[in-house]
């Protein structure tokens, strides 16, 4: 089977975030059953100059991958159209719903050409997603319905709870299949105990409203243990981090905040495991890679109960929390910090073995592998 994918950003790029780890994930652990051939930007997110290391306008191989790099502007859609103008492909994935030049476009050249479709809309209709540009992407759904786009498309959801959100925002006529992102493959090397000063906790996102750093920033305010939060990842809206800094800037003395700059993706897994929790609040995510990589990292994880990954505290891995009980977030914070070291140890441990156990198995590959069979099989 070929699959002819898009995304707006891949490798060598790192700062369009989850996606770019999802697609790779997914060649790595498919490419011995699938050929893959991946349309992406010439240069990562927010750069005005494209990669130096590849080839414009040319397929470039990279592990288990071919992958083309447009040109941006009017070459970049006839690149495109040149490429699906071939038809030497089985299957059109495509990794966002809302992308005008790496989704609706191709979208609606593959429906001119017959051919088949799966569109991974990558957490763009959580609620939370939603509410970021309302007015456009309604706009956006609205013409998708008008034009009966969903006709012999295949929508892939990384699990239930993504499933509910695709019906909710485009009906329940939609053809879903539940196809669970494949997670990280390295883990901790070494773990080690913490230390009983204060808890040291980590974020590592895009800086952007979805993220909803300034809410993790607000409810630092409760905490009444020291604590000291390191936040990495790209500043993608300026105006945003301007709000985040004037929180930082108002918190109380013993709750330190730190803007650590960005991490290349190999280096992640690593660098949490220097950290003692993971806290990320967060809107919404159809998977969140970091969260992945935090429990890879062996690090307990405080998140907000908008992502698959639910009943944490039950399987002894972390906390999945509402939103709108933001102090349950800065209790759970504050317990971590008066845990004895020994006790935090042992759940360092438990969540490694857990990890372990959950992403060396082969269930998520099988799973994708099976929905781009059932995608080529539909009339």
Known sequence: MIILAFTEFYFPGYKGGGPIKTIKNFFDQAGDDITFRLITSDRDLGDTNPYASINCGAWNYLDKASVFYVEPGIIGYVQIFRQLRNKDYDVVYLNSFFSPRFSFFPLLLAKALHQKVVLGPRGEFSAGALSL?????????KLFN???????????????????????????????????????????????????????????SRISPKKNLLVALEILHKVQQPLEYHIYGPIEDVDYWKQCEAVIADLPIHVVVKYVGSLMPDEVVSTLSNYDVFFFPTKGENYGHVIAEALCAALPIVIADTTPWR????????WDLPLEKPSAFSIVLDELATMAPEKHFQMRQNVLAWAKNKFSQRDAIEANIALFKYASEQK
């Open 133 to 141: 540009k309302a007015f456009k992407k309604g706009v956006f759904i």
């Open 146 to 204: 008008f034009l009966r786009l969903n006709r012999g498309t295949v929508f892939q959801a990384s699990s239930i709870y993504e499933a509910e959100d695709i019906r909710r925002a485009l009906g329940a006529n939609v053809d879903i299949y539940v196809a669970e992102d494949i997670g990280s493959q390295e883990f901790a090397a070494n773990l080690f105990m913490r230390s009983c000063d204060k808890l040291r906790a980590v974020l590592i």
């Open 311 to 318: 009943n944490l505290e039950q399987q002894g891995i972390g």
